[in-house]
């Protein structure tokens, strides 16, 4: 009953509620990416949606505007020194990720879930497709988010991504929820070159 209903409601309930309350933080860190570098403000990418759809995620743009966008970061040669001075402050505070709150509220990601994939990660994609992983909607954050993030290998990160498909409950979204904050507030498992 909670995979079926009651997740979608209370991302829909979040995501409408964070739209509202966040939008002032929003408009200042828009204006902030603005003045910082030019482009736009927001930094649009194809992403791995449920049943390995795509959608276009959305993010505050933390590189410079002619730097590729499809290509993940640690595969950048010298990534750090295409971060934008507030894009590193937004990486570092995950601020950069609040535009997904609309790609929640439109249903192509969940507050919950395996964070989605690029649409090149090939490898990571066919690691999920063993444990079922790609059959979910993806998340603002997941089990393997507050299992290491970042610092997680392929092969494990996916196996995190597919235990969490598989055990879906109102007791883990939440447990993940606030373990995500405080990871978030203490920048755990962050490396710079994360996408």
């Known amino acids: 009953m909670y995979k079926k209903f009651f ?3 209370i991302d829909i309930v979040l995501s409408r509620a964070g739209m509202v309350l966040l939008s002032p933080v929003m408009l200042l860190i828009a204006l902030a990416v603005k003045l910082d570098s030019k482009g736009p403000v927001l930094f649009r990418q194809k992403r791995v949606a449920k049943g390995k759809e795509h959608f276009q995620i959305l993010k505050f743009r933390t590189m410079y505007a002619d730097v590729p966008k499809d290509v993940p970061t640690h595969l950048l040669a010298d990534p750090a020194s295409k971060i934008t001075k507030v894009g590193r402050f937004l990486r570092k505070s995950s ?3 609040l535009p997904q709150i609309w790609n929640i ?3 192509d990601m969940s507050i919950i879930g395996p964070r989605p ?3 090149n990660q090939f490898d990571l994609i ?3 497709d063993k444990y079922g ?3 979910i909607r993806p998340g603002l954050t997941g089990l393997a988010q507050i299992m290491g993030r970042d610092e997680l290998p392929i092969d494990i990160k996916a196996g995190y991504d597919g235990q969490y498909a598989r055990n879906i409950s109102f007791a883990e979204d939440v447990r993940i929820f606030f373990k995500t904050i405080t990871n978030v507030l203490s920048a755990k498992g962050i490396k710079e070159g994360r996408q």
């Open 7 to 9: 997740k979608r409601f």
């Open 95 to 97: 601020l950069d990720e």
């Open 105 to 107: 509220l439109v249903g």
């Open 117 to 119: 994939a690029l649409w």
């Open 126 to 128: 066919a690691e999920r």
């Open 133 to 135: 992983a790609n059959d």
